[in-house]
């Protein structure tokens, strides 16, 4: 009887340990399942555009936005050609107060010879050259030493179909002040061999700068 007693109570036991067994592995799963605490944080960044704005000029004193053709109207030296004669004329371009910085190209310009005129056309016997300048100063001087070509060299002139090679700087502005001006200095030129049927006829030539912004 006492045998048969404790073996019983040995095998109750037992259960029980099991159980527990088995409530302490499910206690554990059930940790494992919890949520996890979370916690956030945030940053905000604010952006805004630049502004690009530019000007021209054709004499250095009296500026405008020339935004459409014919635009501001270059004065070149002297009257009527002549073969072998050259005209001298500068734009000067300028970024607007804040302003970022930029750059300078144009294309060929557009040429109108006269509305009466038949061949030879005088545009298309003008040849030219440019250089890069920072103020008024546009003369037969402009293209000797070592300035910027941007069309042409020291004895080589190109015709009118013939665009800008070299970008200019354009200087960024202040918060307050315009930047500081850059432009052209154009040599046009009729060449000595000159078809003498160009007398009396005109041209009207159109060079459209374009000003791009630089990050």
């Not at 019983?8 to 259960?15: A, E, I, L, Q």
């Not at 050609?81 to 804040?98: E, F, Q, W």
């Not at 502005?173 to 160009?198: E, I, K, N, Q």
Request: proline content about 4%; some cysteine.
């Amino acid at each position: 009887m006492g045998r048969h007693v404790a073996a019983s109570t040995s095998r109750v036991f037992t259960k029980v340990r099991a159980l527990l067994a088995g409530a302490l592995v499910l206690g554990v799963g059930a940790t494992m399942t919890l949520a996890s605490w979370t916690d956030q944080e945030f940053a905000t960044g604010s952006f805004s555009a630049s502004r690009f704005d530019t000007q021209s000029s054709i004499d250095n004193s009296a500026w405008a936005d020339n935004t459409s053709a014919p635009g501001a109207t270059i004065s070149f030296s002297g009257s009527g050609m002549s073969p072998d004669t050259h005209r001298y004329g500068y734009v000067l371009i300028r970024t607007k107060a804040n302003s970022v910085a930029g750059t300078l190209t144009f294309a060929a310009p557009a040429v109108t010879n006269g509305v009466t005129d038949t061949t030879p056309f005088l545009g298309a016997a003008l040849q030219y050259r440019a250089v890069a300048i920072t103020g008024a100063a546009c003369s037969a001087s402009s293209f000797t030493g070592s300035p910027t070509w941007i069309v042409g060299g020291t004895s080589s002139y190109a015709s009118l179909a013939t665009a800008g090679s070299t970008g200019v700087a354009l200087a960024a502005a202040t918060a307050t002040l315009p930047g500081a001006a850059s432009g052209y200095c154009f040599d046009v030129y009729l060449p000595s061999g000159a078809d003498t049927a160009l007398q009396g006829k005109s041209a009207t030539v159109t060079w459209t700068v374009t000003a791009t912004s630089v990050p």
